[in-house]
């Protein structure tokens, strides 16, 4: 059969037409984390562990605890809201003696940042209100983007305005890495009891802690002793990422059991349940304290990591910058010393000296110029570290005298 002469070219496809919160998104994320994915700079920008502290043998023999005692379960699809005995095992470690948790107290996510987006899929319609702090966790401005939120700042004192939540990483914050301390926290909780706004309490790097003492978490201040099952306002998000390996994908959201209804509900639609087999596998390793005997390996070396960047700071970069030591957690935030320095502008500078940071503007939900710029410490080794700051320090100056 012959093809016509005058049939019409084909068109192809039609450009996509995206939806409205494709074009507001600065797509940034992917930008920043993908440096280290290629030879090149020095990676001072991603927000990732040291992979060669993987506890791989625990993963290992816990891998093959799952298959051997869950069987065909560890491989099946699951219940939506999480395997119970992993969903128990949480609620059992959680609890304390003012925080009675259950399972039903227990969603499992896809990582944490999954319970991030369902909050965002459960609570949020377009032009809804969510109270953060300027500079916040930047998944969470992505995961929130396409519900087309309003963002409004985090008061600590004053009376909050109307929202649906208030989103706060009260442990070593990503990206400043500060810590609320008690009586912030209090404020916290006396504000949205007031207001009867839901506090999230995203906690990835509460474990992650090399010096100081420990804060109870927002879930425990919120609780009524006493009560049989936590039903405060709090949604409590914890994670194996930064304890055991990203690549789990396995996190867990622990509130009141309307709210985890909810969050299961919009869990539904995304991806039916988190993998079972990473659930077993998190299961089996939750059950011999596998995270738990790891962290004092981690903080070792992250600490170690920490002092050398910081001491490396100290050397090349006091004149033009300025930071607090972070008590834990995976991150170092400087501000430049000059008034007004925008370090998205000085990036491709870093990028030409061999290093790459992240720029304050990306954390900030409305995107304003930042003198600021984030630092990671746990993913390089002490002399790559140092070596990272020497570069930027280079490539600070020639951007001050360009
Ligand atoms: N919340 C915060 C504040 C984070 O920094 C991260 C990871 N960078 C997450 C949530 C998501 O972690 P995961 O999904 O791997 O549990």
Request: charged share 20%; net charge negative; hydrophobic share 40%.
């Amino acid at each position: 059969m012959s093809t016509s002469s005058n049939t019409a070219p084909s068109a192809g496809p039609r450009p996509p037409e995206f939806a409205t919160w494709m074009k507001q998104g600065n797509n940034i994320t992917q930008q920043f984390l993908s440096f280290g994915r290629r030879p090149g700079p020095i990676v001072l920008s991603g927000g990732l562990p040291a992979p060669e502290l993987y506890p791989i043998s625990d993963v290992q023999e816990a891998a093959r605890d799952a298959l051997e005692k869950h069987g065909s379960a560890a491989l099946g699809y699951g219940a939506v809201e999480g395997l119970f005995d992993l969903r128990e095992a949480i609620a059992h470690r959680l609890s304390t003696d003012r925080l009675s948790l259950a399972p039903e107290n227990v969603l499992i996510t896809t990582g944490s940042l999954q319970a991030v987006e369902l909050i965002g899929k459960a609570l949020i319609d377009p032009g809804d209100a969510i109270l953060a702090e300027y500079p916040t966790y930047l998944g969470a401005l992505d995961a929130w983007l396409p519900r087309l939120p309003r963002y409004a700042e985090l008061p600590h004192e004053a009376p909050w305005p109307e929202a649906k939540f208030a989103y706060v990483v009260p442990n070593f914050s990503n990206p400043t890495g500060a810590v609320l301390k008690r009586k912030a926290r209090e404020a916290l909780l006396s504000r949205s009891a007031e207001s009867g706004i839901w506090l999230v309490e995203d906690d990835p790097y509460g474990e992650l802690r090399y010096e100081g003492g420990v804060q109870p978490s927002l879930l425990e201040m919120s609780a009524v002793p006493g009560t049989a099952i936590y039903e405060g306002s709090v949604v409590h998000l914890g994670t194996l990422s930064k304890t055991i390996a990203p690549g789990l994908r396995v996190g867990w959201a622990v509130c009141a059991p309307d709210m985890i209804r909810a969050l299961a509900q919009a869990k539904q639609g995304s991806d039916l349940s988190t993998s079972t087999f990473c659930q077993a596998v998190a299961l089996e390793l939750i059950r011999k304290d596998a995270d738990r005997r790891h962290v004092p390996t981690l903080i070792d070396a992250y600490r170690e990591r920490r002092d050398a960047l910081c001491a490396a700071a100290q050397e090349h970069l006091a004149d033009l910058f300025e930071w607090s030591v972070p008590e834990g957690g995976m991150f170092v935030w400087m501000t430049a010393r000059q008034p007004g320095l925008d370090t998205y502008a000085l990036l491709p500078f870093a990028l030409e000296a061999g290093v790459s940071f992240v720029p304050g503007s990306v954390f900030d939900s409305r995107g304003l110029v930042s003198p600021s710029l984030r630092l990671n410490f746990t993913a390089n080794p002490p002399d790559i570290l140092q070596e990272g700051v020497r570069r930027l320090s280079r490539a600070a100056r020639e951007f001050a005298s360009r």
